[in-house]
């Protein structure tokens, strides 16, 4: 089925978003870095990694429908935060604004009748059932490690074996 030009266009989008998820998490990494807390950093990164994987899905299903694809500019993306906890609360914060701009794809491939695009859609959305809950956790424990560096240590350490 040809994919609707309203759709197309959102999914184009959908990959740029992905992508600039990759960057945002790259720069939450490169903090850790300047922090030597490696875990976090590798943690950030492998994250980086999911979100360009998650874009070239996007990406393979416009290819093998055919649909032309764009791709739009990356943003600069900071690469400095005032705290572990801010830079964790901004990883979180774009899952959140991921899962509304997926929610909107989904409703708009239901009401275009894309059938395809919306079973591409569904494991994105349950994807991010499971992104909102891990970043949500791993703030929880960075607000429970609070400034004890021993405390973070630990959870630098845990997040390394990911
Ligand atoms: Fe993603
Ligand atoms: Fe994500």
Do not use: C
């Amino acid at each position: 089925m040809t994919m609707q030009s309203d759709l197309a266009a959102a999914l184009n989008a959908q990959i740029n978003h992905e992508f600039s998820g990759a960057y945002v998490y790259l720069g939450i990494s490169a903090y850790f870095e300047s922090l030597d807390l490696n875990g976090f950093a590798s943690w950030m990164r492998a994250q980086s990694d999911e979100e360009r994987a998650h874009g070239m899905r996007i990406f393979d299903h416009l290819s093998e429908r055919d649909v032309p694809i764009t791709l739009g500019n990356l943003q600069k993306v900071q690469t400095e935060y005032d705290s572990v906890n801010a830079a964790v609360a901004a990883g979180l914060a774009l899952e959140q604004e991921t899962t509304q701009k997926l929610n909107a794809l989904w409703a708009q491939a239901v009401e275009f009748g894309d059938y395809q695009a919306k079973a591409l859609l569904d494991w994105f959305v349950n994807e991010q059932t499971e992104e909102e809950d891990l970043l949500r956790t791993l703030l929880s424990h960075v607000k429970i490690a609070g400034n004890e560096g021993a405390a973070l240590l630990i959870l630098n350490r845990e997040l390394a074996e990911r």
